[in-house]
């Protein structure tokens, strides 16, 4: 079975209010790229993944104008592909749902949120995803109220075999200072940010620490917008979000989650971490990439044959010798899809 992650930039742009694509000449929202030309790059590399299931990052909006389901359903009936179905958890007020796009012949998810719901007042015990989580992120005894702009989205899924498996999609809170206008801002910002975001990490982790210690098979996977060395800020608080996601600090290696590219990028910087996101830095002229894609799995699926893959168009030779499906990934977002393949 392949499950994979993917952000695809601006993906609600190539819709209408119905849920039809607009494979038209206007602008996508990507820097000089047409409607037509993101739908169709989409297309290739969505078909070329050939996935049983795909979480979408950045999904089609969920609102009283539009429908996050038959949006990606009409995407998939269009390109022809075997993940045919989509399931969404909770909605969310900032664009950019997150949402499963799956094979129902090969799986079948559940929405299942865990955790207390909370009033305004928030609990410090892994909330629900859609609720208030309580910590003092900021070291002065007072804690903060955190919430989740996009709640993770929670799935018991079985598959056709018959197993069972617990699975949180994740969009966590990017730490970029937006807004900022003098250098001071975007310090104060960037920190502020990070500190949100570590939270947010936080409240998973306490999430995945109580599924590895019932014994759930687990599988964490999306956007964390972080990742080992990432920024000059990790130091102030000694582990990035994704470090305490994976609870690379405990000694049970039971109660670890496991991605090897978090290994490849932790061993040091004699050589050059993986990649997942591309992003091109207007005001220098040049392109940054960075590892913050993550499909992380719990002790019992590393005994399942698992092998991941970033599907990046220069790293991977396969992609690289692909023309076509090179300049579809570059074209079609400014993340690149991270896959697994296990047996379940």
Known sequence: MRIATYNVEWFNNLFDNDGNLLADTGWSGRQDVKRFEQVEALGKVFTALDADAVLVIEAPDHNGKRATVPALENFAKVMQLRARRAIIGFENHTQQEIALLYDPG????????????????????????????????????????????????????????????????????????????????????????????????????????????????????????????????????????????????????????????????????????????RFYIHSEDRFLSALLDYIMISPDLRDRSPNWRIWHPFDDPACFRNPELCQALLTASDHFPVSLDIDL
């Not at 069972?164 to 001071?184: E, F, N, W």
């Open 106 to 277: 090969a799986l079948t998810p559940r929405h299942d949120p865990l955790g207390e719901q909370t009033g305004k007042q928030g609990s410090r015990d892994a909330p629900r995803f859609d609720g208030v989580f309580r910590w003092d992120v900021d070291v002065d005894a007072d804690p903060e109220l955190i919430r989740f702009s996009k709640p993770p989205l929670e799935l018991e899924v079985q598959t056709a075999a018959g197993n069972r498996v617990r699975l949180i999609g994740v969009h966590a809170k990017s730490k970029a200072p937006h807004g900022a206008k003098t250098p001071d801002q975007m310090m104060r910002l960037a920190i502020d940010n990070r500190r949100k975001q570590l939270a947010q990490c936080i409240w998973l982790r306490q999430r995945a620490a109580a599924h590895l210690a019932a014994g759930d098979p687990l599988i964490v996977l999306g956007d964390f917008n972080d990742g080992p060395g990432l920024d000059e800020y990790e130091k102030l608080f000694g582990r990035s979000g994704v470090e305490v996601v994976l609870g690379t600090n405990q000694d049970d290696p039971a109660l670890r989650l496991f991605d090897p590219h978090v290994e490849q990028a932790l061993r040091g910087r004699l050589s050059a971490p993986p990649v997942t996101a």
